[in-house]
Nanobody
Framework: QAQLVETGGGLVQAGGSLKLSCVAS????????MGWFRQAPGKEREFVARISWRSEDTYYADSVKGRFTISRDNAKNTVYLQMNRLKPEDTAVYYCAADNGVLRYSDYRSYNYWGQGTQVTVSS
């Protein structure tokens, strides 16, 4: 059974950094584009970043551009999200997901495998 597991979340002060990891198991996701989304309490799930399967293309939400970096290691079946200069508004549960490619990359409905999420809390 395919499974995505996110780790690396936690509590950090504003201006700090965290690196999230997403490990896939049960099947290989090396041919999937992979994305990160986040959801804050009372808000809709929003797109954060996406990386193509060979890492040649990356996309970011405007709110994180220049601060976050998505990367992947297909040999390890792992996707990363390096988050720098964190802000309180980055506080959310962060999810990784595999993109089925049927819709726009920022549309969560295009993603058909999801992890359980990892909490990121940024204090001011």
């Amino acid at each position: 059974q395919a499974q995505l597991v996110e780790t690396g979340g936690g509590l950090v002060q504003a201006g700090g950094s965290l690196k999230l990891s997403c490990v896939a198991s049960g099947r290989t996701f090396s041919r999937y584009a992979m994305g990160w989304f986040r959801q804050a309490p009372g808000k809709e799930r929003e797109f954060v970043a996406r990386i193509s399967w060979r890492s040649e293309d990356t996309y970011y939400a405007d709110s994180v551009k220049g601060r976050f970096t998505i990367s992947r290691d297909n040999a390890k079946n792992t996707v990363y999200l390096q988050m720098n200069r964190l802000k309180p508004e980055d506080t959310a549960v962060y999810y990784c997901a595999a993109d089925n490619g049927v819709l726009r990359y920022s549309d969560y409905r295009s993603y058909n495998y999801w992890g359980q999420g990892t909490q990121v809390t940024v204090s001011s």
